[in-house]
């Protein structure tokens, strides 16, 4: 079961019920839960003409908000959402949670209300990034600002059983973000991990990548701890904004560059469709025991619909009990 949070972000419910809809009625889904304000959630329904037929309603009053103290709104608003959502995930094995709420409350309760996968210490926030090859799975975007040796492989083994079940990469390469691509290069955490994960042979471990080599598409995993890899997502984001609003503004120079940017506007076009992360849907929180994807704030009807599509893959591929297996195989090797 496809389990949505209802009333998380900042277009909730009406864009998240919407995109749901788009999503039932796109991808032939037989049914589907809303969580949240059944009140609201029936409204837009309605008013939409939606089948009733295949959505469940799992009511709670509460909501989690973005400025909320993550833990303290997880233990504290038990009747929210997001906290129903979740147990729901951990009482049925196979489902996934999906959510536009809170990251940090999330996060939370994906250790707290679901807990992890045995044999995975911490687990991942783990975003789809386009690449001049095609995406790369960046792990951690943020969920672990302070790392290990042994949380670094891990993310290594977790985010290439994600790449391969879910976005079909045969093989894909993983790489530990670093300073140099020697082996020597970089801090204690980084030099252990590159020792750690050479020797592995269930993952295609190609070594170092330094930051320059990130968006050519030299890796389709990229390692490194939560702290530099939510620097590393922010500036990409803030990068392409800034190069967008330098060419709209060298575009309105003269004529002549207004009727070149014209010829070349399908071009430009398909760079910006490239970069919208409406068409990756969320994030998945990796290493936990039910699926949970953890979409953008301000995600609209159309990141909700492909977010579904995104938890349809999860559930198919069984990526929960995939890594599960993974890890109960190595766990003597990665501790």
Do not use: W
């Not at 959505?55 to 993550?70: M, S």
């Not at 672990?144 to 042994?150: A, L, P, R, S, W």
């Not at 993310?155 to 993983?174: A, C, H, L, Q, T």
């Amino acid at each position: 079961m496809i389990v949505v949070d209802a009333m998380g972000g900042d277009n909730a419910p009406s864009e998240i019920v919407k995109g749901c809809i788009d999503g039932v009625d796109q991808f032939g889904l037989d049914e589907i839960m809303l969580v949240g304000r059944s009140e609201n959630i029936k409204e837009i329904l309605n008013n939409e003409g939606a089948d009733l037929s295949k959505y469940h309603i799992l009511d709670a009053k509460d909501i989690i908000y973005t400025e909320d103290v993550p833990v303290t709104a997880i233990r504290r608003k038990r009747d929210s959402s997001m906290v129903r959502g979740l147990e729901y995930v951990r009482n049925n094995p196979g489902s996934v949670f999906v959510s536009a709420g809170n990251t940090g409350a999330l996060m939370a309760g994906g250790l707290l209300r679901v807990g992890r996968i045995k044999g995975i210490d911490r687990p991942a926030l783990a975003p789809v990034i386009p690449t001049l090859e095609g995406e790369m799975l960046l792990i951690d975007a943020g969920a672990n600002v302070d790392c290990k040796v042994e949380n670094l492989v891990q993310f290594g083994i977790i985010g290439s059983i994600y790449m391969e079940r879910v976005r079909d990469k045969n093989r894909p390469r993983v790489g530990l973000l670093n300073i140099g691509t020697e082996e020597t290069k970089g801090n204690e955490l980084t030099k252990a991990a590159f020792h750690e994960m050479s020797p592995l042979e269930n993952i295609n471990f190609i070594g170092n990548v330094e930051a320059r080599e990130v968006l050519s598409g030299a890796v389709d995993v990229l390692v490194c701890d939560g702290f530099v890899g939510n620097v590393v997502l922010k500036l990409i984001e803030g990068v392409a904004q800034s190069m967008f609003a330098m060419i709209r503004t060298e575009v309105e120079k003269s004529t002549m560059t207004k009727i070149g940017a014209g010829l070349a506007k399908p071009a430009f076009r398909n760079i910006r469709d490239s970069m919208d992360y409406t068409k990756y849907g969320g994030a998945p929180l990796l290493g936990v025991k039910g699926g949970v994807i953890k979409m953008h704030g301000s995600s609209n009807r159309e990141a909700v619909k492909n977010a579904l599509f995104q938890a349809m893959q999860f559930m198919k591929r069984d990526i929960v009990g995939t890594t599960t297996e993974q890890i109960a195989k190595l766990e003597g090797d990665i501790k």
